[in-house]
């Protein structure tokens, strides 16, 4: 795989806002099945109100969540290379590719090769965080040798 981080970039800002949209369109739902409930008269209002009141919230979060790694992503400069991992890196290793950008897990490209996005608090980028090309790190008792770092 040639790392193509603008390609990468645009898929990783796609799932994000496709998990905007998601969550998003639940929430949509749940207020309206909030306001609908209100005629309802034969339903248990506290329990049902409750639960969808608690889903509604944590579907609130999980948008908060998508958003803030929305704006985090569009802080990455699609341009730029390094030669030291840092965040907006893409980094080929001997078991797999990461980008370093966002908590958005493995991310499939238009030619079929896999990249898993990773945040900065991911352990795994703790562990790579300012090595080049040629280095070396251990993770979960496994050795990864960094081939290269776009």
Request: aromatic fraction near 10%; hydrophobic fraction near 30%.
């Amino acid at each position: 795989m040639v790392a193509n981080k603008e390609e990468l970039f645009y898929k990783c800002l796609d799932t994000v806002n496709r998990q905007i949209e998601k969550y998003q369109k639940e929430m949509d739902q749940i207020r309206e099945s909030m306001e609908n409930n209100d005629a309802h008269t034969d339903y248990d209002e506290d329990d049902t109100k409750g639960q969808l009141l608690g889903d509604f919230e944590k579907y609130a979060e999980y948008l908060d969540n998508s958003r803030k790694m929305k704006e985090k992503l569009s802080r990455i400069d699609k341009k730029h290379y390094t030669e030291q991992i840092d965040f907006g890196s893409i980094v080929e290793t001997s078991e797999s590719y990461y980008f370093i950008s966002a908590a958005l897990g493995k991310i499939v490209l238009e030619e079929g090769s896999s990249v898993y996005a990773i945040s900065t608090e991911a352990p795994i980028y703790q562990e790579m965080k300012g090595k080049k090309a040629g280095d070396s790190f251990s993770f979960n008792g496994t050795d990864h040798k960094i081939l290269n770092v776009h």
